[in-house]
């Protein structure tokens, strides 16, 4: 059975830190790339991120919409079967509830974990 699980968010100040994990089971990292998305409140769901997880650790290509490039860094664990986002920097807009995925046709999804930045 495929689950993802996301933890990490929560509350914080403008300018501030959080790194979001997502335990991936059912699957290995290896098989699909994965990314992390998030849905701002009355928002569609949009592509943060995205780390090409199929490929060898040395060869792993990443993506970053351009609302956050320069802030937020994608990085995986093979062995924990772990995705990360980790988010600097954080704005009022960063806001919403993060998802990870695999990139491009993603086929499940977790619950999410829910980030509000306030100023």
């Known amino acids: 059975e495929v689950q993802l699980v996301e933890s990490g968010g929560g509350l914080v100040q403008t300018g501030g830190s959080l790194r979001l994990s997502c335990a991936v089971s059912?699957?290995?990292?290896?098989?699909?790339?994965m990314g992390w998305f998030r849905q701002p409140p009355g928002k569609e769901r949009e592509e943060v991120s995205c780390i090409s997880t199929t490929l060898s650790p040395d060869l792993h290509g990443t993506y970053y919409a351009d609302s956050v490039k320069g802030r937020f860094t994608i990085a995986s664990d093979s062995a924990k079967n772990t995705v990360y986002l980790q988010m600097t920097n954080l704005q009022p807009e960063d806001s919403a509830v993060y998802y990870c995925?695999?990139?491009?046709?993603?086929?499940?999804w977790g619950p999410g974990t829910p980030v509000t930045v306030y100023s």
């Open positions: 995925a695999s990139c491009g046709s993603p086929f499940s």
């Open positions: 059912g699957f290995s990292l290896n098989e699909y790339d």
